[in-house]
């Protein structure tokens, strides 16, 4: 008989690292992962700035002791902007796509193969865009990137920005990932909202999936982490 293994992964939006008082404190996002103890972590609205030589996803990796991999979307005077993957698992390749939509807020899709036990793993992290015609084309292109080549097994993490579980959007990537069962995650002080979700190919490879609330947690960002854990 062979045990199944087990992945803690989570997704969370960190709001730049600014909290419900309004104060920018990389340290208690840091904390908050620390708490949550994930093996991977996806992260979105990173505002990664340089000071003194070292960036704020260093300095996340060295508290929490996660490898780091940027997907940046936008470059600032003092650092670049997007999402990011912290990992306790070996990197083999890194992709980035890009989402953008017109003129709007440029969004990517940042794809990394890890080993886990021997095996090749792939999480992709997004951050998909405000408006209905944004997310549409966004998923369109997001599935299309998915589709092509060896892609399983594959974890798909963000904030997709949808909370219409029956709009086109939702349909296309249950068509594509099976039965979408997230719970709410947004906003932090009362979750009404469903934007944040985990979705796994092949499906059905998720347990235990739920919102990480702590008394930082519940301060730290606009959004709660979503938690799971992920077998083969």
């Given at each position: 008989?062979?045990?199944?293994?087990?992945?803690?992964?989570?997704?969370?939006?960190?709001?730049?690292?600014?909290?419900?008082?309004?104060?920018?404190?990389?340290?208690?996002?840091?904390?908050?992962?620390?708490?949550l103890a994930p093996d991977v972590i996806a992260l979105q609205?990173?505002?990664?700035?340089?000071?003194?030589?070292?960036?704020?996803?260093?300095?996340?990796?060295?508290?929490?002791?996660?490898?780091?991999?940027?997907?940046?979307?936008?470059?600032?005077?003092?650092?670049?902007?997007?999402?990011?993957?912290?990992?306790?698992?070996?990197?083999?390749?890194?992709?980035?796509?890009?989402?953008?939509?017109?003129?709007?807020?440029p969004r990517g899709l940042l794809i990394v193969h890890q080993?886990?036990?021997?095996?090749?793993?792939?999480?992709?992290?997004?951050?998909?865009?405000?408006?209905?015609?944004?997310?549409?084309?966004?998923?369109?292109?997001?599935?299309?990137?998915?589709?092509?080549?060896?892609?399983?097994?594959?974890?798909?993490?963000?904030?997709?920005?949808?909370?219409?579980?029956?709009?086109?959007?939702?349909?296309?990537?249950?068509?594509?990932?099976?039965?979408?069962?997230?719970?709410?995650?947004?906003?932090?002080?009362?979750?009404?909202?469903?934007?944040?979700?985990?979705?796994?190919?092949?499906?059905?490879?998720?347990?235990?999936?739920?919102?990480?609330?702590?008394?930082?947690?519940?301060?730290?960002?606009?959004?709660?982490?979503?938690?799971?854990?992920?077998?083969?």
């Amino acid at each position: 008989m062979t045990c199944k293994r087990e992945l803690r992964i989570a997704t969370w939006n960190i709001h730049m690292g600014i909290g419900l008082d309004g104060e920018r404190d990389l340290s208690r996002t840091a904390q908050v992962i620390r708490q949550l103890a994930p093996d991977v972590i996806a992260l979105q609205e990173v505002d990664n700035q340089v000071e003194q030589e070292i960036n704020d996803l260093e300095r996340l990796g060295e508290v929490t002791g996660l490898s780091v991999v940027v997907g940046p979307t936008l470059q600032r005077t003092t650092g670049d902007y997007g999402n990011a993957l912290l990992t306790r698992l070996p990197v083999l390749h890194v992709e980035r796509y890009d989402l953008s939509f017109k003129q709007r807020e440029p969004r990517g899709l940042l794809i990394v193969h890890q080993d886990w036990h021997g095996k090749e793993l792939q999480v992709a992290i997004t951050h998909l865009g405000l408006r209905p015609g944004e997310r549409r084309c966004q998923v369109r292109r997001l599935i299309e990137y998915l589709s092509a080549g060896e892609r399983k097994p594959l974890i798909l993490m963000g904030d997709f920005n949808e909370w219409l579980f029956w709009g086109r959007p939702m349909r296309w990537l249950r068509h594509h990932f099976g039965s979408v069962s997230s719970p709410r995650t947004f906003p932090t002080r009362l979750p009404l909202f469903r934007l944040d979700h985990i979705l796994t190919d092949p499906p059905g490879r998720l347990h235990s999936m739920g919102v990480f609330q702590s008394s930082l947690s519940r301060i730290a960002s606009d959004h709660l982490p979503l938690v799971a854990t992920y077998s083969d």
